[in-house]
């Protein structure tokens, strides 16, 4: 599978920015981006397949994050803008091969923290 690292996380003051980085081995896979606060479950954040044509951001996020991809460096990105407290998470990225997306993503990062306060 493909294999993936996460960086970018750190702490910020509210309505500050932070754009989250993962690279991956493997340009074939649609990628996203999933958060896990504490004490809640697991959730997704944002969604891009291969080619960059579909993308799907959860409703709590629409408009400030953004997904992007550059295929040439093997890199996927989050820029997260007007962070607030309730964005506070561990966020991880994960790949699927293209004909599980969005159903299941079966390989994961380690993850980065992102902390607003």
């Known amino acids: 599978h493909v294999q993936l690292v996460e960086s970018g996380g750190g702490s910020v003051q509210p309505g500050e920015s932070l754009r989250l980085t993962c690279t991956f081995s493997?340009?074939?896979?649609?990628m996203g981006w999933f958060r896990q606060p504490p004490g809640k479950d697991r959730e997704g954040v944002a969604v891009?397949?291969?080619?960059?044509?579909?993308?799907y951001y959860t409703d709590s996020v629409t408009g400030r994050f953004t997904i992007s991809q550059d295929n040439a460096k093997n890199t996927l990105y989050l820029q997260m803008n007007s962070l607030q407290p309730e964005d506070t998470a561990m966020y991880y990225c994960?790949?699927?091969?293209?004909?599980?997306?969005?159903?299941?993503?079966?390989?994961w990062g380690q993850g980065t923290q992102v902390t607003v306060s």
């Open positions: 891009i397949n291969p080619g960059g044509t579909y993308r």
């Open positions: 994960a790949a699927a091969k293209t004909y599980e997306c969005p159903d299941t993503f079966p390989v």
């Open positions: 493997e340009t074939r896979y649609c």
